[in-house]
DNA sequence: CAGCATCCAATTAGATACTG
DNA sequence: CAGTATCTAATTGGATGCTG
């Protein structure tokens, strides 16, 4: 017996209200995927990629930030790091199964974004305009 | 000509690579909208809600913070806010047609997280114990 | 090459008190 | 009821220098 919501799987219904409970496992997981960073790179590593290029193709990114990021999507299972028996050493980066299952809902977030980046845009200038638009 | 990407929709070519650019339009929306009371709310106000019951169906979530998402969230045209002509004041939050359409994409990544949680979890506790599972 | 360590600036979040 | 204001604590992020 549950309602018909889309999210809140995992939500606990109290009385007849769906109530987002603070031990909900979905909570960690989220903030810790749903990260810019974390999509961006797990766009990336389409194919394995070493953490220099990695650099270069998230632009802006810092080798600190992308450090972290990587260390996160691998204790969560989403990322494998193998080193390379190179000269210099040379680390590649790679998706898990489960990561490549993640590349799917990833890839409607992200297309939904680009779809309505602009729709998104003229509410914020309307908005930062006088508040709330007409639409 | 573009490979087969499924994130990147708005990222650059460049010599064949695919490299997300710091003026990607899709970054600040996926900072904005992907956080992880963002996508409760949402999933809250699948009908109107009042304030105080926002903040009683997302547990742990404070009055600031809450107060700070739903604006943000109506300045980037997801919900709507109503003030109703009650005696004590009542305001009333709703998803905009474009808050609505953001529901099937988010519905996707949050059944995904309920899916994988026990996998995730899994991941850590190798990970924290002694690094890198073999899985 | 692929980081880690450190320091510091900035952003964010919690707690608390007050208001139309 | 639905916030705003304020202060402070904690987290995050950039910059820089160093290393196996």
Redesign the pocket.
Known sequence: MRDTYLLGEAANVTGGQVVFRSECPSRPILDQIA?KWSMMIMAVLERPT????LMRRLE??????L??S??RLERNGMIR?TV?PTS??????SLTPLGESLREPFGHLYAWTVEHSAQIQQAQQAYDHGTTPTA
């Open positions: 990260d070493r953490f220099n290029e802006g990114v810092t080798q600190r930030v450090t972290q990587l260390r790091r390379l210099p050493v040379g680390v590649e980066y």
